[in-house]
């Protein structure tokens, strides 16, 4: 069954940097609406960035200047640039986007595993 992967979790100092991606498991027709979620141990679940079919971005206060949201429609892929990381950032980072399948004329939501993303000196 097609599922998201999420991928460039890890261990970075605060002030640092990472790139995650989120990309089907298999080829899809297309990839739509994206969601980009955080949960920290012990926390809710949060939504972190979300971009809609045509392109219009919203953010998380507290990340915004500093995530930015994108979508390669060409590699139907999906990305979360996360700079100037700070401590409070750490938290297991999850991707939820509507994709298009081939066999299947519906539009669906799913959901990554998850990319950890631990920041600490």
């Known amino acids: 069954q097609v599922q998201l992967v999420e991928s460039g979790g890890g261990l970075v100092q605060p002030g640092g940097s990472l790139r995650l991606s989120c990309a089907a498991s298999t080829s899809i027709r297309s990839m739509r609406a994206v969601e980009w979620y955080r949960q920290a141990p012990g926390k809710a679940r949060v939504l972190v960035a979300t971009?809609?079919?045509?392109?219009?971005?919203n953010y998380l206060d507290s990340v915004k200047g500093r995530f930015t949201i994108s979508r390669d429609n060409a590699k139907n892929t999906a990305f979360l640039q996360m700079n100037n990381l700070k401590p409070e950032d750490t938290a297991l980072y999850s991707c939820?986007?509507?994709?298009?399948?081939?066999?299947?004329?519906?539009?669906?939501?799913?959901w990554g595993q998850g990319t950890q993303v631990t920041v600490s000196s």
């Open positions: 971009m809609s079919t045509s392109g219009d971005t």
């Open positions: 939820n986007a509507e994709l298009l399948l081939f066999a299947s004329p519906v539009i669906r939501n799913y």
